[in-house]
C-alpha cells in the first residue's frame, strides 16, 4: 500500500515529546518528570468559575468569530499596557489563539514559502524550525551559547539579507535567557535594515525570578515588523485550555489569519470569557506561581550544586538548563537517568545541535520530588 503521509513529513524529526512518552511508558518504577514544561498545579478557581459562569451563554454554542471575541482582544491590549506600556488597537493588532502553539505554527505558513529563509534560535522550542520545514522554508539556526547569557549574536548570521523572518524567543525555552532592551532595539534596527519580519515568542514573560522581563513591542518602530506570542497556559496553569494570542504588526495578523480561517475556527468562547478573566485579576496567581517555583529552582539549583553538579541560575521561565556534568551525549545521559533513577529530563540534543551537552529540567514538580531526585542521583 502506498505511504498516506505527504513527502513534506519526510523534513522533519519525529516529535520529541512523542519519543520522551515512548521511552517513559517502557520504563517501570516512580518516575520523576522533569521532562515536559507542562504545569503540574491546577488552573486557579476563579478562572474555572468564570468558565463555569460563560458556559450557559447561547451566544458561546456557535461559532466563535476568527480573531476571536473583541472583549477578548481588548483585555488582551489592555494587559499589555498594563505590563508593557505598549498601546495596541484590539481590532487589527491583537488576535486570539488555540495556544501560542498554533498561532507560531499558522504564523509561519502564512509567511514562509519555499525557499523562504527564517532565523531560528538553536536550541528552541522546536516548532519554529519544523513548521518552516513543512512549509518549504529554510531555517538558517541561530546558535544560543552560555558565554553571551543565550543571547543571538547578530555577527553570526550569515546573509541576514536574504532572511524573511527571524524568531526570538525571550525569555527563551530551554535556556532561561533573557532579553535586554540593547538586545531587542538591535533586532528591530536589523529587521528594518534587512526588510525582514520579527517575532519574540514571549510566553514566559510572566515566570520570572529576580527581573520582570520585557516586550520587543517596547521597541520604538517595531509595529511595524514585528509581533509577539503570548499564551496563558504557563502563566495561570492552563496548558489544556488552549489559548493564548498574538499581538503586534496587523500585516503580519492577517497573513496568520488568512491560514487560520481556512484551518480552525477560533478559541471557544466561553474559554475566551475565562482568559478575559484571568487577563483583568489573574495577577495574584501568576505571583503565586513565580513565588513556587522560585522554591523549587533554588531547591534544585542547591541539590545539584551538593552533587558537584553547578548550574546556571535561570532568571525567568520554570527551566533549568543544565550542562552535562560529564563528557557524554545528551540523548545517553538522559536514557542512563531514566534507566538508572527513573528520573526524566528533556535532552538538549531533541532542541537544537547547539543543545548538545545539556539537559532541561521543568520545575514543574514539587519540592519534595526534587529532594527526592536529589537523593537517588546521590546514590550514584
Ligand atoms: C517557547 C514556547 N512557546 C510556545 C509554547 C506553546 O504554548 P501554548 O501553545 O500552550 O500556548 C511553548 C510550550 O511549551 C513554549 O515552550
Not at 65 to 72: D, E, I, N, R, V
Not at 92 to 100: A, F, I, T, Y
Not at 180 to 190: D, I, P, Q, T, Y
Not at 249 to 256: E, F, G, Q, S, T
Request: charged share 25%.
Amino acid at each position: 500500500m502506498r505511504d498516506p503521509g505527504a513527502k513534506r513529513l519526510c523534513r522533519i524529526p519525529p516529535y520529541l515529546f512523542a519519543e520522551l512518552d515512548a521511552l517513559k511508558a517502557a520504563t517501570k518504577g516512580d518516575i520523576i518528570d522533569f521532562g515536559v514544561g507542562d504545569p503540574d498545579r491546577p488552573t486557579p478557581k476563579p478562572i474555572i468559575q468564570a468558565m463555569n459562569r460563560a458556559l450557559g451563554n447561547r451566544a458561546h454554542h456557535r461559532y466563535p468569530t476568527y480573531p476571536g471575541m473583541l472583549a477578548a482582544r481588548a483585555a488582551a491590549a489592555e494587559w499589555y499596557d498594563r505590563r508593557f506600556g505598549v498601546k495596541l488597537d484590539p481590532e487589527h493588532e491583537v488576535c486570539m489563539l488555540l495556544g501560542s502553539k498554533e498561532g507560531i505554527g499558522h504564523l509561519i505558513w502564512g509567511c514562509i514559502g519555499p525557499g523562504d529563509r527564517v532565523a531560528v534560535p538553536d536550541p528552541s522550542y522546536m516548532i519554529y524550525r519544523h513548521q518552516t520545514l513543512l512549509a518549504g522554508g529554510r531555517p538558517v539556526m541561530m546558535p544560543l551559547r552560555e558565554k553571551n547569557g543565550f543571547l543571538v549574536d547578530f555577527n553570526e548570521i550569515r546573509n541576514e539579507a536574504g532572511l524573511k523572518l527571524m524568531v526570538l524567543n525571550y525569555p527563551s525555552n530551554p535556556t532561561a535567557g533573557v532579553a535586554s532592551r540593547k538586545f531587542f532595539e538591535e533586532a528591530v534596527a536589523l529587521a528594518h535594515k534587512h526588510d525582514f519580519f520579527l517575532v519574540n515568542d514571549n510566553v514566559y514573560s510572566e515566570l520570572y525570578f529576580e527581573h520582570k522581563p520585557i516586550s520587543l513591542l517596547q521597541v520604538p518602530g517595531s509595529l511595524d515588523r514585528c509581533v509577539e506570542f503570548h499564551s496563558l497556559s504557563k502563566t495561570y496553569n492552563m496548558t489544556g485550555w488552549r489559548i493564548g494570542f498574538v499581538v503586534g504588526n496587523r500585516d503580519l495578523i492577517k497573513a496568520m489569519l488568512a491560514i487560520k480561517q481556512n484551518t480552525d475556527s477560533g478559541p471557544f468562547q466561553a474559554i475566551q470569557e475565562a482568559a478575559i478573566f484571568a487577563l483583568r485579576h489573574g495577577e495574584r496567581f501568576a505571583a503565586a506561581n513565580r513565588e513556587v517555583y522560585h522554591e523549587r529552582r533554588d531547591e534544585l539549583l542547591q541539590g545539584l550544586n551538593s552533587l558537584g553538579w553547578p548550574v546556571r541560575k535561570p532568571e525567568a521561565t520554570f527551566y533549568v538548563w543544565a550542562r552535562l556534568p560529564k563528557r557524554t551525549d545528551s540523548f545517553q545521559f538522559t536514557r542512563q537517568l531514566l534507566t538508572k533513577h527513573q528520573i526524566l529530563v528533556t535532552p538538549g540534543i531533541g532542541l537544537g545541535r547547539h543543545g548538545e551537552g545539556y539537559v532541561r529540567f521543568a520545575l514543574t514538580v514539587p519540592r519534595a520530588r526534587i529532594r527526592e531526585a536529589i537523593r537517588r542521583m546521590a546514590r550514584g
